[in-house]
């Protein structure tokens, strides 16, 4: 047995209740605030159809991602497709790392365990496909697809008491095989670290949370988040499938110049590329406020208003380079 050993995500390794086989850490392009990992499920008569993600807590805090994952996920099921199954949960009192065959217990293991999660989905990642995309930009009628599914599985998570506070692409997946009616109604919600109970009663400040990409300007603001917030981070998603960037890509982490730049979001050409529609359902979300409603069944039809204006014969076909890349995407 050697020393040292990185305890580091890509050396966790193991089993969780003796049933659970630890895989390997799942190839993520943005950092998440807990652990992820597929995983095995290495009971004969277990799991084999879907695959299987291990959330574990990087701390032990009560009131963590991974607990506010568990309790959305107890909450809305077997109540929508929108949402993965929540297999197990519980703690981890102590981690192990491997190197080369070997395993050793972590040096300082977080009093009163880490919690865990284990869920199964089968689904693509929303994020995945500009970068498939041969143009790295997504036609028009898929990008309002897309925008509708991600609408639906919103209004899904409002319908069960929360608010969602991290939309992004990346938090998102279309439920495989990618079809249009896949896209369009099984789209899934597949991380809930920043998601709170709502209504809520709005705070006098509150830190940003969420991505300086995708969140709403209000975010910055330091203004209590709501469902119009959530619809506002997914119109910013399809102004980027569909102009290529958002106008404050480049910015980084300049939070100052990104809200500047946000507030007159409906100055640039970003915007004035978005349908009719969906120019219309973000200045309406932007009169909101955190606490206020949304009438979801309204954004709904907005949404198809404008994907009927571009394709009233529905012909709109799934396009060739993303059905190719089908399985690699996932």
Request: glycine letters at 6%; hydrophobic letters at 35%.
């Amino acid at each position: 047995m050697f020393e040292n050993v990185d305890e580091t995500p890509s050396n966790v390794c193991g089993v969780i209740g003796n049933r659970y086989v630890i895989m390997g850490p799942v190839d993520e392009p943005v950092e998440k605030v807990f652990m992820y990992f597929h995983i095995h499920d290495d009971y004969p008569k277990g799991e084999k159809e879907k695959p299987l993600y291990a959330m574990i807590g990087r701390h032990a805090e009560s009131y963590g991602p991974i607990h506010m994952t568990i309790k959305v996920l107890e909450t809305v099921k077997d109540r929508s497709v929108h949402f993965p199954e929540i297999v197990q949960r519980g703690k981890i009192e102590k981690l192990y790392f491997g190197s080369e065959g070997e395993q050793e217990a972590e040096h300082d293991p977080q009093h009163g365990g880490r919690p865990f999660a284990i869920i199964k989905y089968d689904a693509t990642p929303v994020s995945v496909l500009s970068f498939l995309s041969p143009q790295r930009t997504v036609p028009t009628i898929l990008a309002l697809m897309i925008g509708l599914g991600c609408v639906r599985a919103l209004a899904s998570l409002n319908r069960a008491g929360f608010v969602h506070r991290f939309v992004t692409p990346f938090n998102f997946a279309i439920t495989n095989p990618l079809t249009k009616k896949n896209i369009l109604e099984k789209m899934i919600i597949t991380d809930f670290s920043a998601a709170l109970p709502w209504p809520c009663k709005p705070r006098i400040f509150v830190p940003f949370i969420g991505s300086y990409r995708y969140s709403s300007v209000r975010a910055h603001w330091g203004r209590e988040q709501g469902p119009s917030d959530d619809i506002i981070s997914v119109i910013y998603m399809i102004a980027e499938m569909l102009h290529g960037k958002l106008p404050w890509r480049s910015l980084n982490d300049e939070e100052d110049r990104i809200c500047y730049i946000k507030t007159y979001f409906y100055k640039t050409n970003a915007f004035k590329k978005l349908p009719r529609q969906l120019r219309q359902i973000y200045r309406e979300m932007l009169s909101k406020t955190g606490s206020a409603p949304v009438d979801f069944k309204s954004v709904i039809e907005q949404f198809k208003k404008a994907i009927d204006s571009r394709d009233h014969n529905n012909k709109f076909q799934i396009p060739q380079w993303l059905l190719c890349n089908e399985s690699s995407a996932h």
